[in-house]
């Protein structure tokens, strides 16, 4: 992780303008492989965790890498990693990525990330974890936030508690939130739907689910206050200006990266 890439820092516009209420027009699909339209992001949901965000200036960023995105050749700009199991992270990643995050620092005491590469800001908010043996870990985890054409796209990761006031405030907006609905290796699902309806994003992408029964259950938990829409592939590209007026679940269908 380069140390001199961080050192170029920007205020967060979505901590300074988490009450902004955008307005819509339309969400499509597009390939991963082609330019991303101006003013948008393009989102690929790879498989577990890991999600590519790609912005119209080419950078892409793979969110809980562990080592491997399918058979291609393209090697991301920025990796973020969380480190509760094996799957979210990677002890060897490809040398030839130029910013790799580690979600934890020493134990216990977390890390911070506030790396702006121009067209897109990453930054982090750490969160506890269990350990093994039934111990704890504080900070030992984050939540990732990629700031990119005016959208607050937020990564909860290994998420296992409910955030606190403090952690809640420097989320800010989240426009785009993916969501862990296992309901159980992160968070049992009552917990997790309390947070995402606290959040309340415009675009709510589900992960890390091991089975149709969490899913459908997570679907419908959240099925009053949320509209869902099931996606028949892995991309959907979005602009400020797309999102919609109600609060959506979107379903994609993972599907690794291939050239």
């Known amino acids: 992780m380069p140390a001199a890439a ?18 819509i027009t339309y969400l499509h699909k597009a390939a991963w492989t082609q330019p991303v339209p101006q003013y948008s992001v393009r989102l690929h949901y790879i498989g577990h965790a890991s999600y590519m965000i790609q912005t119209p200036g080419g ?23 969380n480190h509760a199991h094996g799957t979210h992270w990677t002890a060897n990643p490809d040398p030839a990525i130029p910013n790799v995050l580690e979600g934890w620092g020493e134990f216990g005491m977390g890390i911070e990330h506030h790396l702006d ?9 750490s969160t506890d ?9 504080d900070h030992g985890n984050s939540i990732f936030v990629f700031e990119v054409e005016g959208l607050c796209i937020g990564h ?20 785009v939130l993916m969501v862990p609905v296992d309901g159980g290796y992160t968070m049992a699902l009552d917990a997790m739907v309390r947070v995402v309806e606290r959040l309340r994003s ?17 679907l419908a938990d959240v099925s009053d206050p949320f509209a869902v829409q099931r996606l028949d592939g892995p991309e959907l590209t979005v602009s400020l200006r797309d999102l919609p007026s109600r609060p959506t679940v979107m379903v994609l269908q993972p599907e690794w990266l291939t050239d």
């Open 6 to 23: 961080q050192e170029a820092r920007r205020p967060s516009h979505c901590i300074a303008i988490a009450d902004a209420a955008p307005g």
């Open 59 to 81: 950078l892409s960023a793979i969110t809980d890498y562990n080592g491997y995105i399918g058979p291609t050749t393209m090697v991301p700009d920025i990796v973020t990693m």
């Open 117 to 125: 590469l121009g067209e897109m800001l990453i930054r982090n908010i």
């Open 129 to 137: 974890i269990r350990s093994a043996y039934g111990g704890s870990e």
């Open 156 to 175: 909860l990761g290994h998420l296992h508690h409910e955030p606190n006031d403090r952690q809640y405030a420097a989320l800010g907006r989240l426009d």
């Open 202 to 218: 415009s675009i709510i992408l589900p992960m890390h689910w091991f089975s149709g029964h969490s899913l459908e259950r997570f």
